[in-house]
């Protein structure tokens, strides 16, 4: 069983910038591909982006490159998410996702979840 716990999140405004950390209780945290997915009110659950067990793959939705990075630090038990120039647009719960997987870019492929954390960007 892994448990995933995001914090980070918060109010911004539009330009502004959060990192989002997920913490993970389990002991083979380099044995998961992580990724963050984010889900909008009224709007599916969308993929933001993902990282291989190394960290040396990364993936992310096409809205959110060249804003947004993930990393992973396998030693602290711990994935991020730094976003910059954020948009109204990204206003959305984002969540922390682990996954048996090469590449984590679909929910289906998703083993386990975070709660969940709310960050919003106003104009």
């Known amino acids: 069983q892994v448990q995933l716990v995001e914090s980070g999140g918060g109010l911004v405004q539009a330009g502004g910038s959060l990192r989002l950390s997920c913490a993970a209780s389990v002991r083979t945290f380099s044995r998961y591909t992580m990724g963050w997915f984010r889900q909008a009110p009224g709007k599916e659950r969308e993929f933001v982006a993902g990282?291989?067990?190394?960290?040396?793959?990364?993936d992310y939705a096409d809205s959110v490159k060249g804003r947004f990075a993930i990393s992973r630090d396998n030693a602290k038990n711990t994935v991020y998410l730094q976003m910059n120039s954020l948009k109204p647009e990204d206003t959305a719960s984002y969540y922390c996702a682990a996954g048996i997987v090469l590449k984590l870019v679909l929910s289906t492929e998703v083993s386990y979840w975070g709660q969940g954390t709310q960050v919003t960007v106003s104009p």
């Open positions: 990282i291989s067990r190394s960290g040396g793959s990364k």
